[in-house]
């Protein structure tokens, strides 16, 4: 069975840092895509960034390109989100998200679309105040 546990998240001062790990059992990040999703109070759930580990090729939501990068080290199972100038539009929970299976969707479903998704975590929750 397929298990994500996050972990990271914090509160911190507007223009801090935060680094995620999403450490996954019974799965490795080497394969389909992988993402980062978060979601604020009285808001939908929105995609941060994702990876498609098969080309290594990362997607970023407009609101974080620039800030957030996001990365994996297979050897550990866990793949990371960096947070650089954080703000308070980016409180929120972060949750880790994969697709662990083939997606029978249409191929033109987005990256940050939750349908291609499977398997999350429980979230992590980032505070940023000023």
């Known amino acids: 069975q397929v298990r994500l546990v996050e972990s990271g998240g914090g509160s911190v001062q507007t223009g801090g840092s935060l680094r995620l790990s999403c450490v996954a059992s019974?799965?490795?990040?080497?394969?389909?895509?992988v993402g980062w999703f978060r979601q604020s109070p009285g808001k939908e759930r929105e995609g941060v960034a994702a990876?498609?580990?098969?080309?290594?090729?990362?997607y970023y939501s407009d609101s974080v390109k620039g800030r957030f990068t996001i990365s994996r080290d297979n050897a550990k199972n866990t793949l990371y989100l960096q947070m650089n100038s954080l703000t308070s539009d980016d409180t929120a929970m972060y949750y880790c998200?994969?697709?662990?299976?083939?997606?029978?969707?249409?191929?033109?479903?987005?990256?940050?679309?939750?349908?291609?998704?499977?398997?999350w975590g429980q979230g992590t929750q980032v505070t940023v105040s000023s």
């Open positions: 990876l498609w580990t098969g080309a290594g090729i990362p």
């Open positions: 019974g799965y490795t990040f080497d394969r389909l895509f």
């Open positions: 998200a994969a697709q662990t299976q083939a997606y029978r969707g249409p191929v033109t479903t987005r990256w940050d679309s939750e349908e291609r998704y499977d398997t």
